[in-house]
């Protein structure tokens, strides 16, 4: 794995596959042509790689560099079924890049991340105009998830996909009028276990976490200097600026006016 992540880094797609093994299933020995990732969500298998042998179960990743003699067989107990994407890595130079991620981690189901899986194999199968530009995204979104698991150790959730598809409501509709049940009704959940799931996984309620994303998104705008407060306020959903005043310095520790460029 390399040192540092490139934050400028675009794959290229060669392959995208969702396997579901059966007992006769192998991958005959071959050589990589480009890197490959696969996250097994079922079963186990037992990988050769480079004249070494490497096991793989549930919650498993397996990133191989390009140029990797690689074979498979999965077990008749416990047949495989996993998603693999075989891509290129390059910079915004135009050079390649070793894989960002060390060759197997064990972290566990995600089910956000399989989530996104299978948009990307359905996108990738579907062949519809744009699906390749669509099928970069969902893999770097994969992607950063991976990193932020397993290189920064961080991510603004880790649990279950639901709670995913409503954050990325949430940060594409924040100015909008949105409610517990709104989104719990967007998951098909229960009003009250959704609240519930949310918190678990969020660390806070859904009114907190959107009145935060709300007021992280006034900062960046005050901070630009282009906007007045009032204005600000009301493109990020606050309908009334004495409660945006309240709010921002309860969250941020000093007023909106603070964090406005001064004027010489």
């Known amino acids: 794995m390399s040192g540092q992540i490139d934050e400028e880094m675009t794959p290229s797609i060669r392959y995208v596959i969702f396997r579901k093994c059966t007992p006769a299933w192998v991958i005959p020995e071959h050589t990589l042509e480009g890197i490959n990732m696969t996250y097994i969500i079922e079963g186990a298998a037992r990988y050769t790689i480079n004249n070494e042998s490497i096991d793989v179960e549930q919650g498993d990743l397996l990133v191989l560099p390009r140029g990797s003699v690689r074979k498979a067989i999965t077990f ?6 996993c998603f693999s994407v075989d891509f290129i890595l390059k910079n915004a130079r135009g050079q390649e890049l070793a894989p960002p991620l060390p060759m197997k981690t064990s972290l566990g189901r995600h089910e956000d991340i399989i989530h996104f899986f299978h948009e990307l194999s359905f996108t990738w199968a579907s062949k519809q105009p744009g699906y390749i530009m669509k099928s970069k995204g969902l893999f770097l979104q994969i992607l950063h998830r991976f990193l932020e698991i397993i290189v920064y150790k961080t991510g603004p959730y880790t649990g279950d996909y639901r709670i995913s598809r409503v ?10 009028h949105i409610t517990v049940k709104m989104m719990a009704d967007m ?12 918190k678990q996984t969020m660390g806070m309620g859904l ?3 959107l009145i935060n994303t709300r007021v992280t998104n006034a900062e960046h705008m005050l901070s630009s200097g282009e906007y007045k407060v009032v204005d600000v306020a009301e493109s990020c959903g606050f309908t009334d600026v004495s409660h945006f005043y309240k709010q921002f310095k309860q969250i941020k520790g000093f007023p909106p006016s603070h964090c406005m460029p001064k004027k010489f």
């Open 167 to 176: 954050i990325n409501f949430i940060t594409a509709h924040y100015s909008e």
């Open 187 to 198: 998951v098909n959940l229960n009003p009250t276990y959704f609240g519930v799931l949310f």
């Open 207 to 209: 009114n907190r976490y």
């Open 76 to 81: 008749n107990d416990r047949l495989m079924h």
